[in-house]
């Protein structure tokens, strides 16, 4: 790996450090009968912790120049899948797996939020997310309500799951070193927290209540649905408020009453 050249395009910057590879893999209750999805193998230092406390891994890994490098290291319980994550058809990569698997990873900044919501949106076998991510990301996961950094992310995590930050990650244990610190974000997945309500609905229902942020429910909501329906369904001091300060389980009633008119 010392003549390796990094590749910004690929947000690669890896990690080396024993103790917190083995903290990461704590934290994400890793025990010998977990499989695991890693995103982004990078040099293989977390894959191979997880090799040795695990069932299996699938390990994604996008750029082909550590192909050579990732399968020296003979991890015999590890699958490499050289190619985009992104790309990949989540039916497929479910298949792997005999039964529910942990997702494991470092991912990179410039993709985090896609990765998250296919993920969350797409996955039928996912028992939890402990992903290293940027904190500022971290952060928006876990905002309270009613904060600037609320938003569609942080209601649609806790749609599909519990999310917690399990620990802070200083830049200087990156390398290259990146110019923010990062984050390890813990999901526990809770497939039946609403399953009586339409995800895919529901996503898009989110976004149209966020679209500006500025604006009232009246305004956003009044792009989709029409506003003297809204006024005859909705009381007055509810159309006033603004996304940010709806708790979750106020979006799902007001999903659920607007789904009926």
Request: aromatic letters at 10%; charged letters at 30%.
């Amino acid at each position: 790996m010392k003549d390796f050249v990094f590749k910004k395009k690929f947000g690669q910057n890896f990690i080396s450090d024993k103790n917190l590879l083995n903290a990461i893999v704590s934290d994400a209750e890793i025990d010998k009968n977990s499989e695991v999805l890693e995103i982004g193998a990078g040099a293989g230092s977390l894959t191979a912790v997880l090799s040795e406390k695990c069932k299996k891994v699938v390990s994604f890994e996008i750029d082909t120049d550590l192909k050579e490098h990732l399968q020296s290291l003979e991890l015999n319980n590890v699958e490499f899948v050289f190619g985009d994550f992104m790309e990949a058809n989540m039916k497929t990569v479910e298949e792997k797996f005999l039964g529910k698997y942990k997702v494991v990873a470092n991912l990179p900044y410039y993709i985090t939020t896609p990765i998250i919501f296919k993920l969350l949106e797409n996955s039928t076998k996912l028992d939890s997310l402990t992903i290293m991510v940027q904190k500022e990301v971290a952060e928006r996961v876990c905002a309270e309500v009613g904060g600037k950094d609320y938003g569609i992310l942080t209601v649609m995590a806790n749609f599909y799951g519990k999310p917690e930050i399990a620990r802070i990650i200083k830049r200087q244990m990156f390398f290259p070193v990146p110019n923010v610190d990062s984050a390890l974000l813990h999901i526990n997945i809770e497939p039946n927290k609403f399953s009586d309500v339409d995800r895919e609905k529901f996503l898009k229902f989110i976004k149209t209540c966020f679209s500006m942020r500025r604006k009232t429910m009246l305004n956003n909501l009044g792009t989709v649905y029409a506003k003297d329906k809204l006024k005859n369904s909705l009381d007055e001091k509810t159309l006033q408020r603004r996304a940010e300060s709806f708790a979750l389980q106020e979006f799902i009633e007001l999903f659920k009453k607007l789904e009926s008119i």
